[in-house]
């Protein structure tokens, strides 16, 4: 098993950035693809951006492709979400998530582990 604990939402106004964290405990954080998914209000949970298991395959959802990056720093067993020209449209709870098996890295039903949720907030 491996434990997900997101880090760094907070509120900022349009235009603006932030940069969430995800750090995993338990196994090997390079055993496990790993992505981003969002909640807004109202809405149901949405894919955001996936990257593999040393980082050479990365997925974004067009929504944020070219705003968003992904990383991950495997050493550090920390996933993150560097997010650049915030809209109040990505105003969400933010969520990480991973598996050791994937098969489509967009899928929610794909991912075995969650972290509890990072709210972000974006001001007009």
């Known amino acids: 098993q491996v434990q997900l604990v997101e880090s760094g939402g907070g509120l900022v106004q349009a235009g603006g950035s932030l940069r969430l964290s995800c750090a995993a405990s338990?196994?090997?954080?390079?055993?496990?693809?790993a992505a981003w998914f969002r909640q807004a209000p109202g809405k149901e949970r949405e894919f955001v951006a996936a990257?593999?298991?040393?980082?050479?395959?990365?997925y974004y959802a067009d929504s944020v492709k070219g705003r968003f990056t992904i990383s991950r720093d495997n050493a550090k067993n920390t996933l993150f979400l560097q997010m650049n020209s915030l809209k109040p449209a990505d105003t969400a709870v933010y969520y990480c998530?991973?598996?050791?098996?994937?098969?489509?890295?967009?899928?929610?039903?794909?991912?075995?582990?969650w972290g509890q949720g990072t709210q972000v907030t974006v001001s007009s």
């Open positions: 338990g196994r090997t954080f390079s055993d496990f693809a």
């Open positions: 998530a991973a598996s050791a098996v994937i098969a489509s890295m967009a899928a929610e039903y794909e991912y075995d582990y």
């Open positions: 990257i593999s298991w040393i980082g050479s395959t990365i």
